[in-house]
């Protein structure tokens, strides 16, 4: 059993696991390994050979983006964790705060030690008061041991780390915004370039990595880039993933689970199967912002590559499924709803976009719809795809493509029938 599998079965338990238990599963002994025997280099290529990739969503390798990072650049430099969750069906990172908020801190510190970064920040969803509560808590248990603060572990390496709410909205979730929202800036999306590699935040060199990314740290640096790759199942893959279930599903749990594991073997062994009996009809395999896999992709692997392949997207691995009855059309419309509210309004191809996607679902939906609206709907997907100034449009289209790629009947249903075939 991993130190997550442990660490999850003690949250079922209702438990969270602070300093004393996390020390009794190895807890800070990758930090001592690293601040002891390890140069900041040799930790960012070990990084970069264990394959990790961003858990975030996007999937940059996350050694790659790490190179890009002026380490031995002088004056001021940050490391920023986003922990700004806000997707539907994607909990993950909650979950393994509300856990083991120590993982986060002691990757941390190894990371902002591999960047030589002197200060950190864990910018933090609104909604997750209890799980900041015990990040604050973990910080200060690590100052007490003399994890943070002046001089760790006697390698002259200074660091401070800072837990920050966020005030709320998806957009916050992009890398740029967040650092807009972090600085008490309006949270739109930043030009880029500059990156924030060079210009982050207060102007400043910065790295912003997701929360379960920044997790796998210390397990990289104590058990070593083969022992992690190794622990995936397909080819190119490496290490586990959180896989947060939701939806239809007999069990709607947060599971660590190989990278690459098959989608049948959620559905059938993690998700107990659909509830009531029913079918497997479809699921978003990453969260609200991928597209749909069918019940012909049961034996698709879930990594990054693999997804790809068959035109979806690994993302978060937070997979929702639906069950026969569902209407693909309403599931649709309703991540669109989210979408269209969350634009922060900055380009067109999203504030004005989303709201004719909408608008277009909506009509479809009622029973309105004409096949010149179907033929508008693929018009607006192509518009808006590629050229939003962030990722939010893009990845809004991500279920609008699966559905007309592989639903598309029930669009044409609806237009002819003048009703939703599935409600009665």
Known sequence: MSTLQLLFKNRRAGETVFM????????YQALEKALTKMSPEEIRTLVKES??????????PTGVKWGFFPAD?????YLVCNCDEMEPGTYKDGELLAADPHQLVEGMILSAFALQTGVGYIFIRYAYEQQAGYLRKAIEEAKTAGYIGKNIFGSGFD??????????????GEETALLNGLEGKRPNPRMKPPFPATRGLFGRPTTVNNVETIANIPHIVSGGALWFRDL???P?????KLYGLSGHFNVNECFELPVGIPLREIVEN????????RKFKACLPGGASTPYLTAAH????????SLQKVDSRYGTAGVTAFDDRTCMVAATLNLIQFFARESCGWCSPCRDGLTMMRWLLETIDNGQGTVEHLAMLKDQLENISGNSFCALAEGAMGPVAGLLNHFEQEIVDHIEKGHCPFRK
């Open 73 to 77: 650049a002088p004056g001021p430099k």
């Open 20 to 27: 004393t238990g996390y020390k009794a599963t190895g807890g």
């Open 232 to 234: 995936a199942l397909t």
């Open 270 to 277: 993690y998700g107990g199967g659909i509830r009531g009996g």
């Open 236 to 240: 190119g893959s490496s290490g586990t």
């Open 51 to 60: 394959g990790l990739r961003g858990r975030g969503g996007a999937g940059f």
């Open 159 to 172: 660091f401070e780390l800072y837990v920050h709410g966020s005030a709320g909205r998806y957009i916050l």
């Open 298 to 305: 049961m034996d698709v692997a879930l990594d990054f590559d």
